[in-house]
T-cell receptor, first 115, second 113 residues
Framework: DSGVTQTPKHLITATGQRVTLRCSPRSGDLSVYWYQQSLDQGLQFLIQYYNGEERAKGNILERFSAQQFPDLHSELNLSSLELGDSALYFC??????????????FGEGSRLTVL | DAKTTQPPSMDCAEGRAANLPCNHSTISGNEYVYWYRQIHSQGPQYIIHGLKNNETNEMASLIITEDRKSSTLILPHATLRDTAVYYCIVRRAGGTSYGKLTFGQGTILTVHP
């Protein structure tokens, strides 16, 4: 158990819909990261937040957005869903922000299926 | 971040050492080598990281060549539960994009009874 909690574990929805994935980081961790894993793209970094502020962005689509709340939990919002958005979405956390070199702790993921 | 090259797959007998190689010939002086693994669609799990010295922890050992252009992850006594995809990642410490790990295709390690 990494200490990172993601909900829901599984989600099935239709094209054009909007969903929200939630992540609770390990206790005390200030940084939250979102990753997407699809069959054809592998594991890809989407976005990072540190203590409520966006710190780094990857190839995140404009239809996707995220935020980190004062209690440090984070949400990833996916809208106007397409079939290609079907993937595993992982959240990870770490204690450090800039300058850290340690490990990331990943949650078990949220599996999104768009029909 | 430097690009890494790993063999797509490897096999290992249970109880034997598993040696997973990684080439990172364009690594810079301030870049670390990290290893993560992913067991069947679970979240990736950190294994070990190093800069230039060999490192060992309860899970594995990391051997980095003197010129730092390649490294080897060693699982000393592989078990069936070590069957997973192993990712070698080179990452610069610090900066605003810490945690922006670039996962390649990794090596699928299959441990056989």
């Amino acid at each position: 158990d990494s200490g990172v909690t993601q909900t829901p574990k599984h989600l099935i929805t239709a094209t054009g819909q909007r969903v929200t994935l939630r992540c609770s980081p390990r206790s005390g961790d200030l940084s939250v990261y979102w990753y997407q894993q699809s069959l054809d793209q592998g594991l890809q970094f989407l976005i990072q937040y540190y203590n409520g502020e966006e710190r780094a962005k990857g190839n995140i689509l404009e239809r996707f957005s995220a935020q980190q709340f004062p209690d440090l939990h984070s949400e990833l919002n996916l809208s106007s869903l397409e079939l290609g958005d079907s993937a595993l979405y992982f959240c990870a956390s770490s204690g450090g922000g800039q300058g850290a070199i340690g490990e990331l702790f990943f949650g078990e993921g949220s599996r999104l299926t768009v029909l | 971040d430097a690009k890494t090259t790993q063999p797509p797959s490897m096999d290992c007998a249970e109880g034997r050492a598993a040696n997973l190689p990684c080439n990172h010939s364009t690594i810079s002086g301030n870049e670390y080598v990290y290893w993560y693994r992913q067991i069947h669609s679970q979240g990736p799990q950190y294994i070990i990281h190093g800069l230039k010295n060999n490192e060992t922890n309860e899970m594995a050992s990391l051997i980095i060549t003197e010129d730092r252009k390649s490294s080897t992850l060693i699982l000393p006594h592989a078990t069936l539960r070590d069957t997973a995809v192993y990712y070698c990642i080179v990452r610069r410490a610090g900066g605003t994009s810490y945690g922006k790990l670039t996962f390649g295709q990794g090596t699928i390690l299959t441990v056989h009874p």
